[in-house]
């Protein structure tokens, strides 16, 4: 047998001519397979970057996240607690307003040693240290305080969230007899007790405000006048602790509010915060 001869007749009989179409079936065929394979590889490259953890359910995903359980659980109440007691702006002093007090965030009613009040609902920390000891001042050597005259934190949807009162909804502010010192009213204290009062902002080097030097008065506000972070409140708030533990020193012990020093701090004191007003 003449294999170059039987093996070309054979390849020749196995080609065949094209049916009439069927190229162009071939090539329609070859389209859809095309946009099939692109949607396919789409799709995987879709599903590759979805988390691992979207395919899996919540009680595999827990057992395999290195975090632990109880970590996983204190940030979530965390996240939890941010979001009820955070009001999500800030007060006009720059620091965050709460929604609550006495209810897991930062404001708390805090004794006000030495007077009759059941105490006052402040930020805790620096901020209390400075009001508490403003009020403690004030009903020694201003005028005795009584039981409902001081009010602290308020409801962020109580106050004005332009104005100074605002600070109050933070925890950073006190108001002390509100009824007897209205908004937009002067001269509500004797001049020997305006005296103290400069006496006692001046003692603190400016990291309270009061509201008798806004363009519009509320004589019965007093405020934190620095933001978050300031180291000037953290000084005052030291210093402060410090005349605690010393005999004769801090609120309640004599001062001489009239001494050439201390009258020139204050009326240079009173010069800034009202042009600043």
């Known amino acids: 047998m003449?294999?170059?001869?039987?093996?070309?007749?054979?390849?020749?009989?196995?080609?065949?001519e094209p049916r009439p179409g069927a190229a162009a079936h071939r090539r329609v065929?070859?389209?859809?397979?095309?946009?099939?394979?692109?949607?396919?590889?789409?799709?995987?490259?879709?599903?590759?970057a979805l988390p691992v953890s979207h395919f899996l359910s919540q009680a595999y995903?827990?057992?395999?996240?290195?975090?632990?359980g109880s970590v996983r659980d204190?940030?979530?109440?965390?996240?939890?607690?941010?979001?009820?007691?955070l009001a999500g702006s800030r007060s006009r002093n720059g620091w965050e307003m709460e929604n609550v007090a006495d209810d897991g965030g930062t404001v708390y009613t805090?004794?006000?040693?030495?007077?009759?009040?059941?105490?006052?609902?402040v930020r805790m920390g620096d901020v209390e240290t400075v009001l508490v000891h403003l009020l403690r001042r004030f009903h020694y050597e201003v005028d005795a305080l009584r039981r409902g005259d001081v009010v602290g934190?308020?409801?962020?949807?109580?106050?004005?969230?332009?104005?100074?009162?605002?600070n109050l909804a933070s925890g950073t502010a006190v108001r002390i007899r509100p009824g007897s010192y209205p908004r937009g009213v002067r001269?509500?204290?004797?001049?020997?007790?305006?005296?103290?009062?400069?006496?006692?902002?001046?003692?603190?080097?400016g990291v309270v405000r009061w509201g008798g030097d806004d363009r519009t008065p509320d004589e019965s506000?007093?405020?934190?006048?620095?933001?978050?972070?300031?180291?000037?409140?953290?000084?005052?708030?030291?210093?402060?602790?410090?005349?605690?533990?010393?005999?004769?020193?801090?609120?309640?012990?004599?001062?001489?509010?009239?001494?050439?020093?201390?009258?020139?701090?204050?009326?240079?004191?009173?010069?800034?915060?009202?042009?600043?007003?």
């Open 2 to 16: 003449n294999l170059r001869k039987e093996i070309p007749l054979k390849l020749a009989f196995l080609r065949r």
């Open 29 to 48: 065929l070859s389209r859809r397979a095309l946009l099939g394979r692109i949607a396919a590889i789409g799709g995987a490259v879709g599903v590759a």
């Open 61 to 68: 995903a827990d057992a395999n996240n290195p975090i632990p």
């Open 74 to 85: 204190a940030l979530r109440s965390a996240q939890d607690r941010t979001r009820r007691v």
């Open 110 to 121: 805090r004794p006000v040693p030495g007077t009759p009040l059941k105490g006052v609902a």
């Open 153 to 166: 934190w308020h409801d962020p949807s109580e106050v004005g969230r332009a104005r100074p009162e605002s």
């Open 187 to 205: 001269g509500g204290f004797f001049p020997q007790q305006e005296v103290v009062i400069r006496d006692i902002l001046a003692e603190l080097d």
């Open 221 to 277: 506000l007093f405020s934190i006048d620095v933001r978050p972070g300031d180291k000037r409140l953290a000084e005052v708030a030291a210093r402060i602790r410090g005349w605690q533990l010393e005999p004769g020193a801090g609120a309640g012990s004599r001062v001489n509010v009239l001494a050439g020093g201390r009258r020139k701090a204050a009326r240079a004191l009173e010069r800034r915060q009202r042009t600043a007003a």
